[in-house]
């Protein structure tokens, strides 16, 4: 990107003011847009190595990375990061210890681990009370009626807690996710949907013997489907994810957060250091400035890419 610090400007009044003006302006710029540019490199170039230094350790991730690029590395950790804030506000302060034991059995699942959080945060939040438990059974659901069951059947459940009774609204919402919980119900206690609303049953009760039905007739699914393609697939992202977030991990996402804070310090000190000249010279020398204002956005628009356009 290329600056321009103009030094000659044409004025009936007052030429050396307008000279003044605009060295200080284009100064101030090329200092901004150079150190932006630099932290740019910087952050790029680190993620480039991670990611050629993590392709060349293996012929067989070669297919695999052709399909990654560096920048996937920051969503990942970033991701994690928002998932284990997420788990610290539901947990009281467990976020990280929540999250890591999450992780680690979605590994052994076909489940990407952010859908695990998103529905253990659902169920937590409607006061279904998440355990590995009551996931693996969610999975093994998910594993014959397809990934959105999990969520839905959560959602379903959790509404019929946060309600605290029984309603045909959430029992259909099971039935499109293709399960019958009507049935799970009569054989639990003997009754149909009408008579166990007037029995005075704990939601508490119902929503178990449901979780019940679940486990005895869909047991085992997810296990028995890894060997599947789908199986496979999930695994193949999984174990990338992990590998990605690892070496985040280890050090080279604090790294990259403290260059990108350095960015945002160099804007706030330029903002604060060139009020008052952006405020006094601009209206006075509006024409005389055009390079110079060109140059901040010029600049602006390098930090945005910056932020979007990483490798």
């Known amino acids: 990107m290329t600056v321009r610090n103009t030094t000659t400007i044409v004025i009936t009044t007052d030429n050396s003011k307008a000279k003044l003006g605009l060295t200080q302006t284009g100064a101030a710029v090329e200092r901004l847009s150079a150190r932006t540019r630099a932290a740019g490199r910087k952050m790029s170039e680190s993620l480039v190595r991670v990611k050629d230094s993590i392709f060349s350790l293996k012929g067989a991730f070669a297919a695999i990375g052709a399909g990654v690029t560096a920048k996937s ?7 994690f990061e928002q998932m284990e804030k997420k788990l610290d506000a539901l947990t009281s302060g467990r976020g990280k210890e ?6 680690a059995w979605a590994l052994e699942m076909p489940v990407n681990t952010r859908k695990a959080v998103d529905t253990f945060a659902m169920m937590q939040a409607m006061g279904l009370d998440p355990t590995i438990e009551k996931m693996q059974t969610l999975v093994d659901v ?8 999990m969520p ?7 509404q019929m807690k946060t309600l ?3 309603s045909a609204e959430e029992l259909n919402q099971l039935s499109e996710a293709g399960i019958n919980a009507r049935k799970y119900l009569r054989e639990a206690f003997g009754m149909g949907v009408s008579e166990l609303q007037k029995s005075g049953i704990e939601i508490d009760r119902i929503i178990k013997a449901i979780m019940t039905g679940l486990d005895r007739d869909f047991g085992g699914a997810a296990r028995a489907n890894m060997d599947s393609w789908q199986g496979l697939k999930a695994a193949t992202v999984s ?4 590998i990605e977030r690892r070496i985040m991990d280890a050090g080279l996402f604090t790294e990259l957060k403290t260059q990108l804070k350095l960015v945002n310090d160099e804007l706030g000190d330029w903002l604060e250091n060139n009020k008052d000249l952006i405020r006094q010279k601009v209206p006075e020398y509006p024409d005389g400035l055009k390079d110079g204002i060109s140059g901040i956005d010029q600049t602006v628009v390098s930090v945005q890419d910056l932020l979007g356009n990483l490798p």
């Not at 590395?73 to 991701?79: H, K, M, P, R, T």
């Not at 174990?239 to 992990?242: K, P, Q, V, W």
Request: proline letters at 0%; aromatic letters at 8%.
């Open 73 to 79: 590395f920051l969503d990942v950790a970033s991701s």
């Open 239 to 242: 174990y990338i994810d992990e």
């Open 152 to 158: 839905r059947v959560a959602r379903a459940l959790g």
């Open 142 to 149: 998910a594993s014959v009626f397809g990934e959105d069951a």
């Open 98 to 103: 929540t999250l890591e034991e999450i992780n």
């Open 164 to 166: 605290g009774k029984l």
